[in-house]
């Protein structure tokens, strides 16, 4: 079902949260001739910088700088030419207008036309993925030709979808990556100031470990799972 269609809209809060959600997905459907294009709705940094952001503004700068640097990089990794950073203030998506975020997403659907978009749960416990899952949810209402797509998938994210502990991610679409973990692996490390020691979720062991969990519920030896929010019939 996921390689049924030509185009293919990856739309993420942060840069990383491509790779750790459907990083083995997009390199399979990039080895397939799809055409993918991603873009990152938040820069993913300066949330770090609570206190003193105008202090230290050069270095807030310098890090945003650098995680693009690895996102291009990673994307390569995964086959992905088309990309586009928005550069809304991180944390903060919650409390901005819904409808900036999802304008952003309809003039993207308006430009690129996508057969299908990838984007996170709403099951999670960071407020930025959630305002993209809605704004998701709100620019591809059927109102129009211009916004009418086959359909939307939500995926899960190490370090934020496993902790909603009151509302589990429940995932109806799993796809083989026996042959593409590698690659997520590869395109993930890229991501230097992102990687963690094991136990934490976002450690090359976690990752490696939740495509097998979600392998053995598909009987395969590596996965990723997706839910399908809506598909609409060609």
Known sequence: ????????????????????????????????????KVIFIAEG??????????????????????????????LKDLGVKNSEFYDLECGKLNSIPITKISNIIEEEIKIFRPDIIITHSDNDVNMDHKAVYQGCLQSTRPTNKLNIIGGLLSFEILSSTEWKYSKIFEPNLFVNID???????????????????FPHPRSIEAIDALAKYRGTQSHNKYAEAFKIIRIFSK
């Open 1 to 36: 079902m996921i390689n049924d269609y030509k185009k293919y809209l990856v739309v993420v809060a942060h840069p990383d949260d491509e790779v750790l959600g459907c990083g083995g997905t997009i390199k399979k459907l990039s080895r397939s001739n799809k055409n993918i």
């Open 45 to 74: 940094t300066s949330c770090r910088y609570k206190k003193n952001q105008i202090k230290y503004k050069k270095e807030i700068s310098k890090s945003i700088k650098s995680r693009k640097k690895y996102a291009l990089n990673a």
């Open 179 to 197: 042959k593409e973990l590698k690659f997520k692996m590869k395109a993930i490390k890229r991501y230097k100031s992102e990687i963690r020691k």
